[in-house]
């Protein structure tokens, strides 16, 4: 299971209440995305944050640009998307430009970009990963988590 191991999560209303974070989601799965989505806000709630920006793009390829965007005006991003493997290159390409595009924006920005996309091999996997009642994993909590963490110790850092 890739959820072996992980930290535990640290979310304080008391040092994150003021955080401005956006989140951006792609649409493609809906079931997928809703599910990384409430993830992505139970978190930002869980760190006292009342209205994270939610953004919607139309796939994963869009995330970085909507990111870089939004990386200008927030504290933390979140990029929520999902690709399932199909019978094309396609799959790796998507993959491989939303990381690096992810990265790019974080590393450029100094804004942390928490990573909730899903590279599956096929739908059942990503359901297993979307937050969704009988999940086994939170992806769009973790991502979320991830990015609120690390813009509190920028702060701290600065």
Known sequence: MSGAGAAPTTLNPETMKD???????ASWHTTVMDGLVA????ATADAGIKNPTLVRVPGTFELSVAAAQLAESHDAVVALGVVIRGG???FDYVCQS???GLTQVSVNSKT?????????????????RAGLEGSSEDKGYEATAAALETALLLKNLS
């Open 19 to 25: 955080l401005k974070v956006a989140i951006i989601a």
């Open 39 to 42: 993830g992505g806000q139970r």
């Open 88 to 90: 094309t290159p396609h």
């Open 98 to 100: 939303a990381t690096q």
């Open 112 to 128: 942390p970009v928490g990573f909730g996309v899903l590279t599956c091999d096929n739908e059942q996997q990503a359901l297993e």
